[in-house]
C-alpha cells in the first residue's frame, strides 16, 4: 500500500497558509545562521585573527510555494493577507512541528507560473537566528526550592511568574527583588523589564548583581523568599 501523500503549510501570525489552499514544496527556513565576528589580517601573520561579537546574523529565509486548485479566488486574499504583516511575527510549519520562528516577510509577491487552476511562486523572509522549541513555551512551577534543567547548548531568557506582593527570586546566584506589589511581578529576561499586567515595576525592582538571570544549558538552581511560588516559562532555542 502507497503511502499518503502529505501536504506540508505553514502558518503566519496564527494564520494558516492551507486556510488560502497554499502549500510548501521547498523551505531554508530552519537554516543556521552564521555568527557575527570581525576578522583582522596582520602584515607578516599568515591566517587572520577573529573576534567574535557575541551574536548570530539574522537568516534569510525563502519558501517555495503551490497552490493546487482554486488559484483564481485564492491568490487575491493570500496576497492581500501577506500585505498586512510588518515587523516580526511568529512563523511555524508542520515540516518542524516542534519548532518555531520571528519571521519578517520582506515584501512583493509574483506567480512564477500559473494556470486558470493552480499557482507556484517563492516568499522571502527576514528571520530572526534562534529556532524557539515550543517545549519552552510550558510554564514550569516551583513552590520550593529546586533545578530547571536546560536541554539545549544556549543561554536562555525567561519570563519569570512570581506571586506575592514583595520577595525575592535568585537563578543560579543571581538575584531579582519586588516590592509594593499587588499580587504578581512578570520578569522579562529577554526585555530586561518587570511589571505587573500593564503596570511597570522597574522602579521597586533590585538587580543584586545589576542584571537578569538566564538559563544556562544544564541543571539550574531556582530559589526564592517572600514569595508563595514562581512559575517559570523558559523560552529554550536552538540554532
Given at each position: 500500500m502507497s503511502k499518503r501523500f502529505?501536504?506540508?503549510?505553514?502558518?503566519?501570525?496564527?494564520?494558516?497558509?492551507?486556510?488560502?489552499?497554499?502549500?510548501?514544496?521547498?523551505?531554508?527556513?530552519?537554516?543556521?545562521?552564521?555568527?557575527?565576528?570581525?576578522?583582522?589580517e596582520i602584515p607578516g601573520r599568515n591566517g587572520a585573527l577573529v573576534f567574535s561579537n557575541g551574536r548570530y546574523h539574522n537568516r534569510q529565509g525563502s519558501l517555495s510555494c503551490y497552490m493546487p486548485k482554486d488559484m483564481q479566488t485564492n491568490v487575491d486574499g493570500f496576497r492581500a493577507f501577506l500585505s498586512t504583516k510588518y515587523g516580526y511575527v511568529r512563523y511555524e510549519d508542520t515540516i518542524h512541528p516542534g519548532e518555531f520562528l520571528h519571521a519578517r516577510f520582506k515584501g512583493g509577491f509574483a506567480l512564477e507560473s500559473s494556470d486558470r487552476v493552480g499557482a507556484?511562486?517563492?516568499?522571502?523572509?527576514?528571520?530572526?537566528?534562534?529556532?524557539?522549541?515550543?517545549?519552552?513555551?510550558?510554564?514550569?512551577t516551583f513552590t520550593s526550592a529546586g533545578t530547571l534543567r536546560n536541554p539545549t547548548r544556549y543561554d536562555a531568557r525567561p519570563l519569570v511568574r512570581c506571586y506575592g506582593t514583595s520577595g525575592t527570586v535568585t537563578i543560579n546566584g543571581t538575584a531579582v527583588t519586588v516590592t509594593g506589589l499587588s499580587s504578581y511581578v512578570d520578569l522579562d529576561c529577554d526585555l530586561m523589564e518587570s511589571y505587573e499586567g500593564a503596570t511597570s515595576r522597574n522602579s521597586t525592582t533590585t538587580l543584586t548583581n545589576g542584571k537578569f538571570p538566564v538559563l544556562s544549558p544544564g541543571n539550574n538552581a531556582v530559589s526564592f523568599s517572600g514569595f508563595s511560588s514562581v512559575v517559570i516559562t523558559p523560552r529554550w532555542w536552538t540554532l
Open positions: 502529505q501536504r506540508h503549510f505553514f502558518t503566519l501570525d496564527g494564520v494558516n497558509s492551507a486556510d488560502f489552499g497554499v502549500y510548501i514544496a521547498q523551505s531554508n527556513m530552519f537554516d543556521g545562521p552564521e555568527h557575527d565576528d570581525n576578522t583582522v507556484a511562486f517563492d516568499l522571502s523572509f527576514d528571520c530572526k537566528p534562534q529556532r524557539f522549541l515550543k517545549l519552552g513555551e510550558l510554564g514550569v
